[in-house]
Structure formats: structure tokens, C-alpha cells
């Protein structure tokens, strides 16, 4: 009998995180205040951050052990099916044989919780009271309201205000968790107001939400700042699915040639592949691709600099791609995956060329999306789409040579509160569009300067 899905028990559940930083070929430039330029140390981030947190940020183990209390939540869906593209690969006429890791299947239907549940966890144990974060689309909004739920914390949620109007449904799985949302730029923050008198018809963008949250975490004793994405502490918790993926792979006697995934801040790539750098590293023949949409084209087009995290400069300086943190994403832009910046341990592997980095533009993207569902079934989020086309594009590559590569793919969610794009896409509204040259070159001015020592 074929198998389509390869499932681990939840005892063969991993029990600790990979920590890449031991690993990196050369070590990460540190962040650097916004004020002083001087490296943050840990002081500089307790005001917004549990200790725990901050340790794990900067962490040298190569290992952390998951908390019991953590594990427990994730047995609620984890370990996550690998499963076997066998229609598509039929579809395809292709000899690649292509796996995808389903992150799909958590509560808020990607892979976010997977850190949600461990950050809310942290904050819980250092007597935090409420979380506050902003959300573009709303899937780290809805991961979060679910772990805070699990842990009774509060919750409160600066929401992209294009997104906040667009995606109604995103909100009221935040309300049902019991989180509070609001469309930012708000006028419940300094940051807030500054940006609505600079721009009072602003759509938003997941910079401008920051500020707001981070503001609100910090002016409030009770109250931390939670970020979905970019920080290493991030990628660590998102290990759980490279992990797992590794365990699948041996059960079903494969080895990947070719991993893939999709990046907005880049934590479900990072999850997925970290756990195979190592080997990478010591020189073992493997592709991993990094997947972006034109439209925000960070790690294919930014500069490799300093920039801040968030639109008012807040937060500290990060070395990393970005495409300024002034970036406003377009609004005919339909999917996720807008951020201006990445995470700053991807970006150095992409710069080390560790990893690769490609762009599509959206609507080959919904096309393979499409494809996907007419096959495998399932309704791709548009982010997960870019995935999808790389594995599709890299599959089509092996019919042409007739190599049977294996392509392994993270399935980091599905789409069924982003119908309203795929509408678009089915009634041809979606323009491919590809981020001005000018405009980059004028974001990239605001850089921020670097005090010299
Ligand atoms: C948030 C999200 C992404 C992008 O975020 P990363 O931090 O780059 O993983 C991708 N896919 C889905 C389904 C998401 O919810």
C-alpha cells in the first residue's frame, strides 16, 4: 500500500529545540540600541521581554528543553502529518517525489501557536498579566489570543487596519479566544497618533503595529510585548517543525534534496530548515529556498544593513534585509508576507549563501495555490502558495532532466479566512506586481545612521 501520510506519536514528539547559533559559519552582528547604537544587553529588553525570553535570544546551548506545560498544549495537535504529494506529483508528470510538512492542522490553522504557546508560557511563569502585539493578517493576532487563553493572560492586538477591515473573520476568532483588537494606527498610543497626523488615511502596515504594541508594552508594568516573527528566540520554538520533519524523513527512508518554504519574517523557513544546516554545513549536497512575493521583496531586493524593526524606531537596530523600515506594502497586494525586514539569523545565512532566495509575483503563486487544492485537496494560505510554486517550478525542472529529487516543503497554513484573495484571483483581479526601483532606492535613504564610536 502507498502511504500518504507519515505520522510520528506524540511520544516520539520532540523534547527540546535546536538552537542554530552554535552553528552559524560566523557570528551574529548584535543589536544595537536605537539611541546609542551601542549592542542591547539584556536590561535594555526586560522592560518589554520576560528574562527567560531574553536568555533564549542570545542563548550559546544548542539545545533547550521544552517546558512540560509547553509540550502539553502542543500534544493538542503535534506531532503535524508529513504527507506525500502523490496527486500532485501526478498532476505534474514529474519524477521528483515532493513531501509536505502540514502546519495546517493547529487550532489557528499555521504554524504561529508553535511560539504563541511557548512566549505566553514564559510571560505567564515572570507574573505578566497581559500581552500586547500587532498582526498583519491576522495569524499571529489569532496564535497569540489562543495561547493566551491557555494561559489566562490578556491579550490585546494592534491589527493592520487594511487587514483589520478586510479579513472580519480573522477578528472574530481573536474576539472568540477572548483578545481585544484594534485597527492601527490607533489613537490609544504616541506612536499612534504621530503616524495619524503625519498620515491620517494610512492603510497601516505591520511597522506602524509595532510601535503601537511596543509602546503599549512598554509604558505598561503588567504588560510584555510578543512578536510573532524575525527574533531568534522565534526560530527556536519554530525548530519543533524542522524536528519532526527530520524523524518523518528517516521513517520514510528519504533524504531531501531540496527543502522549501515561504518567508514573511521568516520563522516557519527558519523552523523547517534550521535542523537541516548542520548538515548542509559539513557539506552535504542540499538546496534550501527561501520564497518571497515581488511585492515585498526583502531578501531578494533589500539591502543587507541595519534598520530598525518598526516604522517609528523604536525598537533596536537589527542587521538584517530590509527594504526600509518606512516600507508601506501595496494594497493590491493580497497576500501576507509584508514585512520591510527578516530575521536576522536567515539573513545572514541567505547573505553567507547558505540559503537561496527567489521571488514570485502573486498570480503564478494563486495559480499553483489552486493547483494544490485541485490535487492535494487542501486550501493553501496565500503565503504557504509561494512555497508551492517553488516546489512546483523545482518539480517541473526534475521532469525535464528526469532526475527523482526529493522536494520537502513546509505547509505553513491554510487559506480559509483569505477566500476574499482567492475571489480576487479566480475573477483576474490580482495584479502581478513588482516593488519600483525608485521606490526602494528612496526607502533605503531613511536607513538609519550608525553613531560612530
Ligand atoms: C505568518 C505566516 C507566514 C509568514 O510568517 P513567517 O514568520 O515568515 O513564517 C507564512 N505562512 C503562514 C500561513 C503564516 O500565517
Known amino acids: 500500500m502507498d502511504t500518504y501520510k507519515i505520522l510520528l506519536s506524540e511520544s516520539e514528539m520532540p523534547q527540546e529545540w535546536y538552537n542554530i547559533i552554535p552553528d552559524l559559519p560566523r557570528p551574529l552582528p548584535p543589536y544595537l540600541h536605537p539611541a546609542t547604537g551601542e549592542p542591547v544587553g539584556p536590561q535594555d529588553l526586560a522592560p518589554i521581554f520576560p528574562m527567560e525570553l531574553i536568555l533564549q535570544e542570545v542563548s550559546q546551548e544548542r539545545w533547550i528543553p521544552i517546558p512540560d506545560e509547553v509540550l502539553r498544549i502542543y500534544q493538542l495537535w503535534r506531532p503535524s502529518p508529513l504527507h506525500r504529494a502523490r496527486r500532485l506529483e501526478a498532476a505534474l508528470k514529474t519524477p521528483a517525489r515532493i513531501y509536505y510538512k502540514n502546519e495546517a492542522v493547529s487550532p489557528a490553522g499555521s504554524h504561529k501557536p508553535n511560539t504563541a504557546v511557548a512566549q505566553a508560557y514564559y510571560n505567564k511563569a515572570a507574573g505578566i498579566k497581559r500581552l500586547a502585539t500587532e498582526t498583519g493578517a491576522g495569524q499571529w493576532g489569532c496564535a497569540l489570543a489562543l495561547a493566551c487563553n491557555f494561559f489566562g493572560l490578556e491579550c490585546t492586538v494592534y491589527m493592520v487596519k487594511v487587514s483589520y477591515y478586510q479579513k472580519p473573520y480573522r477578528r472574530s476568532l481573536m474576539h472568540i ?26 492603510s497601516g502596515s505591520l511597522g506602524m503595529a509595532i510601535s503601537e504594541a511596543v509602546e503599549d508594552a512598554a509604558t505598561h508594568p503588567d504588560t510584555n510585548y510578543a512578536l510573532g516573527s524575525v527574533l531568534n528566540h522565534v526560530m527556536l520554538h519554530q525548530t519543533i517543525v524542522g524536528l519532526e520533519t527530520k524523524k518523518q524523513l528517516d521513517l520514510a527512508g528519504e533524504q531531501p534534496d531540496v527543502l522549501i518554504g515561504c518567508v514573511g519574517g521568516g520563522s516557519n523557513f527558519a523552523g523547517f530548515c534550521f535542523p537541516f544546516v548542520p548538515e548542509k554545513l559539513k557539506g552535504r ?30 525598537t533596536p537596530m537589527i542587521m538584517m534585509h530590509t527594504l526600509g523600515h518606512s516600507f508601506v506594502p501595496p494594497g493590491i497586494h493580497a497576500g501576507g508576507l509584508r514585512y520591510h525586514g527578516d530575521a536576522p539569523l536567515l539573513c545572514l545565512l541567505v547573505h553567507e549563501g547558505v540559503i537561496e532566495a527567489r521571488a514570485y509575483p502573486q498570480n503564478p503563486v494563486f495559480d499553483a495555490a489552486r493547483l494544490f487544492a485541485q490535487t492535494e485537496g487542501i486550501v493553501p494560505a496565500p503565503e504557504t502558495a509561494h512555497a508551492i510554486k517553488a516546489a512546483v517550478d523545482e518539480a517541473a525542472r526534475c521532469k525535464e532532466t528526469g532526475e527523482a529529487k526529493v522536494i520537502v516543503l513546509n505547509f505553513s ?29 528612496k526607502a533605503l535613504e531613511d536607513l538609519p545612521q550608525i553613531p560612530k564610536k
Open 413 to 441: 497554513g491554510h487559506g480559509h479566512f483569505d477566500l476574499a484573495a482567492y475571489d480576487a484571483y479566480l475573477e483576474k483581479k490580482l495584479e502581478d506586481y513588482e516593488f519600483p526601483e525608485e521606490l526602494l532606492k
Open 177 to 202: 479566544w477572548g483578545a481585544d483588537v484594534y485597527p492601527s494606527p490607533t489613537d490609544r498610543t504616541a506612536a499612534g497618533r504621530k503616524i495619524l497626523a503625519q498620515t491620517p488615511d494610512t
Open 285 to 314: 549536497d542540499l538546496r534550501i529556498i527561501a520564497v518571497e512575493p515581488t511585492a515585498c521583496p526583502t531578501l531578494t531586493r533589500g539591502a543587507y544593513a541595519y534598520d530598525f524593526g518598526d516604522t517609528v524606531g523604536l
